[in-house]
């Protein structure tokens, strides 16, 4: 059935095929999402629970392909709670160091929700490399719904870091001495609780992977954006042995209050409203995050 350029056909006249062929307009919506031309069945695509789950299948399978990618991400969180601990352990013999603390137990729940923050790096840098060697723009080919994408990313990475941070602490507590007095009702707490502080602030990251999209800037600012999280923060010191303008910065740092309360939880200490309020400012920092991030997807590439 030829159509011109003006997306008008020449078809046969109805019940009189061999008459002289009438002419009828196609919509352009009538081609988009269907096969074989316009007579062919529509593609609706699954439903968006079902592409994010085949879309974060795809991301984990990626991962568990690439060994060095899962050593990396197993030794580097290890490495920094070897050195760490050896480069701050005497911050425990401070009086603002809470008493009969070991430092170890102090400062695991802060490597717990770091880890969780590098896996989301790391699948940013992932999102960003889609975004330019052309695989987003086959998804967009599909009826894919953006988000989708997007939000099977963050599963992936809540999965993975389910995984990786309890092998954290078991090597912690094989290696290094991990022995919280919260035991292991508080230490899994303390694991959940770092999960979902980690995915909420971990948009921040995704949402920089799609204005950016480049891995080389996404590096750079990934780096930028860590630091200040990281060390600007209740995770090495308590808020009360920093200065004056940095114990500011930490108190308004939205991964302090994950951590205080994930060291409540590992160190059998009241935590109150701590963690809900964590939960909270994850919650809206990750909602804000991810509305940025569907709108820098949705832009052109």
Same mark, same amino acid.
């Given at each position: 059935m030829p159509v011109d350029s003006t997306g008008e056909v020449d078809s046969p006249s109805a019940g009189n095929p061999t008459g002289p062929p009438r002419t009828v307009s196609v919509r352009p919506s009538d081609t988009i999402g269907r096969t074989g031309g316009a007579a062919g069945p529509a593609l609706r695509g699954t439903s968006i629970r079902g592409q994010v789950l085949i879309l974060a299948g795809r991301s984990l399978r990626a991962v568990l392909r690439d060994p060095r990618l899962i050593l990396a991400n197993l030794l580097a969180p290890l490495l920094m709670?070897?050195?760490?601990?050896?480069? =701050?352990?005497?911050? *425990?013999? &401070?009086? %603002?160091?809470?008493?009969? &603390?070991?430092?170890?137990? =102090?400062?695991? #729940?802060?490597?717990?929700?770091? *880890? &969780?923050?590098?896996?989301?790096?790391?699948? *940013? =840098?992932?999102?960003?490399?889609?975004? &330019?060697?052309?695989?987003? +723009? !086959?998804? !967009? %080919?599909?009826?894919?719904? #953006?988000?989708?994408?997007?939000?099977?990313? +963050?599963?992936?990475?809540?999965? !993975? %870091?389910?995984?990786?941070?309890?092998?954290?602490?078991?090597?912690? *507590?094989?290696?290094?001495? =991990?022995? #919280?007095p919260g035991g292991i009702p508080g230490t899994i707490a303390a694991w959940g609780l770092a999960l979902a502080v980690g995915t909420g602030l971990g948009w921040i990251f995704i949402a920089v992977a799609c204005r950016v999209r480049d891995v080389e800037l996404m590096q750079g600012t990934a780096t930028l954006l860590t630091f200040p999280l990281m060390f600007c923060s209740n995770a090495f010191i308590p808020s009360e042995g920093l200065p004056g303008w940095l114990r500011t910065a930490a108190e308004i740092n939205p991964m302090s209050y994950g951590i205080d309360a994930a060291r409540a939880l590992v160190l059998d200490r009241p935590v109150g409203s701590g963690a809900i309020t964590a939960i909270v400012i994850s919650v809206v920092v990750g909602v804000l995050a991810g509305v940025i991030a569907v709108r820098g997807f949705r832009r052109p590439l």
């Open positions: 709670l070897v050195v760490f601990s050896q480069i =701050f352990g005497s911050v *425990a013999q &401070t009086p %603002s160091f809470p008493a009969d &603390t070991n430092y170890v137990d =102090f400062l695991v #729940p802060a490597i717990l929700i770091n *880890a &969780t923050l590098q896996a989301a790096i790391s699948s *940013a =840098f992932g999102l960003a490399d889609d975004m &330019t060697s052309g695989i987003v +723009s !086959r998804f !967009r %080919s599909l009826p894919v719904w #953006p988000g989708s994408i997007l939000l099977a990313r +963050s599963l992936a990475d809540l999965v !993975r %870091s389910a995984v990786q941070l309890l092998l954290i602490l078991i090597l912690a *507590a094989a290696l290094l001495g =991990f022995r #919280p």
